[in-house]
């Protein structure tokens, strides 16, 4: 089924489109521009692409609409479609304005379209007012959403001032209702036995950011520390949070609730878990994630280095659990308050 829509597209996108289709060599697709569920709910089943020119931020239910897109696709069908980020929209205002209007605009742009449609009350008359048109979401958001809808990330491009991304179904979508936008959330973490906890911290990444763990790790690598390069998911005041510890703060209710212990290796996502050998992963989950990690102790430079300093930790808190975690937390703590060290 081919449908299309007259609607003038530049070459650049043009190119993107044709570039990222299932099959670059068939017109089989749909083009559509609209931000309506129904819209697409209304299309043909099985359909290999789908192409929406509407920005996201146009879309009420944004979920719904990847959802309903996810579900006229066949396995492997390629979704294309378009958002601006907030750093788009940032330049955009920047371009629109002269200097001191922009620095007047700028907060009241981010408090009525970035934070009021977080807010548990508020954004039901936010969204009742404006219907959800022309909403903020971040780089990491957006592809976030993508991701916990049953997408793969294909391809991202900058193009006029909006991303324009292209993606393949792989699996049906997650219908997580549990995603929070609020300042405090919980992570899904790895404990002692493998139980999967849930761990409290203060926000300082964009929503749906936890989705993007495994993409954004094999697009920008990991730093020698361990830590995910140039992370995109990070917002700036979560850069200030971390360096603070301010947001390991709410972690403190799970030291009350017994799921973590004041010093032990950290409680890691499924994913970075993952990515250790099996020995070690073996090891970790043989006591309790802890708040304090041996990092702060031993001070490692690589991942390599990391490994060494918790499998060392570990060996040692089984056979003398005590005084394991007494030596290890004063020595954190002299290297936290007389050296300054952070974990950067």
Same mark, same amino acid.
């Given at each position: 089924m081919t449908t299309s829509q007259s609607e003038s597209i530049n070459s650049e996108i043009s190119d993107f489109i044709n570039g990222n289709c299932f099959n670059k060599n068939s017109c089989e697709h749909i083009i559509l521009k609209t931000s309506v569920v129904f819209n697409i709910q209304v299309q043909g089943d099985n359909e290999k692409c789908i192409i929406n020119l509407s920005r996201l931020n146009n879309t009420r239910r944004v979920n719904k609409f990847i959802e309903a897109v996810n579900q006229k696709l066949i396995m492997g069908g390629v979704y294309i479609g378009c958002a601006e980020t907030n750093v788009d929209r940032k330049e955009k205002l920047s371009r629109k304005y002269q200097n001191i209007i922009y620095q007047l605009i700028r907060p009241i742009d981010f408090i009525y379209k970035r934070v009021i449609p977080k807010l548990p009350l508020i954004k039901k008359v936010y969204f009742a007012i404006t219907n959800g048109h022309n909403r903020v979401m971040s780089k990491a958001e957006i592809l976030g959403r993508l991701i916990s809808c049953g997408f793969k990330i294909e391809n991202i491009r900058t193009i006029s001032g909006r991303i324009y991304f292209s993606a393949s179904k792989v699996k049906k979508?997650?219908?997580?209702?549990?995603?929070?936008?609020?300042?405090?959330? @919980?992570?899904?973490? $790895?404990?002692?036995?493998? @139980? $999967?906890?849930?761990?409290?911290?203060?926000?300082?990444? %964009?929503?749906?950011?936890? /989705?993007?763990?495994?993409? $954004?790790?094999?697009?920008? #690598?990991? %730093?020698?520390?361990? #830590?995910?390069?140039?992370? /995109?998911? $990070?917002?700036?005041w979560g850069r200030v949070f971390r360096k603070m510890w301010i947001d390991e703060l709410p972690m403190l209710i799970n030291w009350v609730k017994g799921d973590l212990k004041l010093f032990g290796v950290r409680p890691l996502s499924q994913s970075y878990f993952n990515r250790y050998p099996i020995n070690l992963q073996e090891l970790r989950t043989k006591t309790k994630p802890g708040l304090v990690p041996p990092y702060y102790a031993d001070l490692p430079k690589s991942w390599e280095e990391i490994l060494d300093s918790e499998e060392r930790y570990l060996n040692s808190y089984l056979k003398r659990p005590y005084s394991t975690d007494v030596k290890y937390f004063f020595k954190a703590c002299y290297n936290i308050i007389i050296k300054g060290k952070r974990s950067g």
């Open positions: 979508p997650t219908f997580d209702t549990d995603v929070s936008y609020g300042p405090i959330f @919980k992570m899904r973490r $790895i404990g002692k036995d493998k @139980k $999967i906890i849930s761990v409290f911290k203060f926000r300082t990444m %964009h929503p749906y950011a936890e /989705y993007l763990q495994e993409y $954004i790790t094999e697009e920008n #690598k990991l %730093h020698d520390s361990g #830590k995910i390069a140039n992370d /995109y998911r $990070i917002t700036s």
